[in-house]
T-cell receptor
Framework: AQSVTQLGSHVSVSEGALVLLRCNYS??????LFWYVQYPNQGLQLLLK??????LVKGINGFEAEFKKSETSFHLTKPSAHMSDAAEYFC?????????????FGQGTELSVKP | DAGVIQSPRHEVTEMGQEVTLRCKLI?????LFWYRQTMMRGLELLIY????????DSGMPEDRFSAKMPNASFSTLKIQPSEPRDSAVYFC???????????????FGQGTRLTVV
């Protein structure tokens, strides 16, 4: 069975600092992995996705994530945080091989950015 | 395209009343997903349609919940009767699913915040 664990429900960084949001997954089949961002009172927006091609995936807004099969991880990073990055971030795994809408989500990590 | 459109954005209703949430898919998409978001349980998949056919409704919490796709571009999620524990944000998402070789990205609507008092 697939599952996703996000380490840390809340992460706080200073503007300009490195952002690291952690995600570990469990999947019985080759996984499709996703990071979504949710701004207050908004829907979820896809940041990036891993679909078994390159293990280092670049997304929007300067975010990237690296798929590490040996560690079953898919951590999200951004070299320099911006105030506008403050939001909630969700890691998700696809329940079906090559079907990206049927997702299991992690519990989410709220990112705060201090000036 | 305007994206996935949900209505209403906010709904407040009294316990026992029927509630209907609506979703318009992105044009050309043929997979539809209803999710529920609560503080306690996070984001949960309720039901998934492909080509208007319900494929997996194992996440629907109770018989009080029902979902339909009367046509290829529109879906409803109905709760009858509603209860306070149904209070949550309900999202629908659509994707260009191609069955076995399906698409790998779902697009989410803005959500409907339901409050049952």
């Amino acid at each position: 069975a697939q599952s996703v664990t996000q380490l840390g429900s809340h992460v706080s960084v200073s503007e300009g600092a490195l952002v690291l949001l952690r995600c570990n997954y469990s999947s019985s089949v080759p996984p499709y992995l996703f990071w979504y961002v949710q701004y207050p009172n908004q829907g979820l927006q896809l940041l990036l996705k891993y679909t078994s091609a390159a293990t280092l995936v670049k997304g929007i807004n300067g975010f990237e994530a690296e798929f590490k099969k040996s560690e079953t991880s898919f951590h999200l990073t951004k070299p320099s945080a911006h105030m506008s990055d403050a939001a909630e971030y969700f890691c998700a795994v696809s329940l079906l091989y090559n079907q990206g809408g049927k997702l299991i989500f992690g519990q989410g990590t709220e990112l705060s950015v201090k000036p | 395209d305007a994206g996935v459109i949900q209505s209403p954005r906010h709904e407040v209703t009294e316990m026992g009343q029927e509630v209907t949430l609506r979703c318009k898919l992105i044009s050309g998409h043929n997979s539809l997903f209803w999710y529920r978001q609560t503080m306690m349980r996070g984001l949960e998949l309720l039901i998934y349609f492909n080509n208007n056919v319900p494929i997996d409704d194992s996440g629907m919490p109770e018989d009080r919940f029902s979902a339909k796709m009367p046509n290829a571009s529109f879906s409803t999620l109905k709760i009858q009767p509603s209860e306070p524990r149904d209070s949550a944000v309900y999202f629908c998402a659509s994707s260009l699913g191609r069955g076995k070789y399906g698409d790998t990205e779902a697009f989410f609507g803005q959500g409907t915040r339901l409050t049952v008092v």
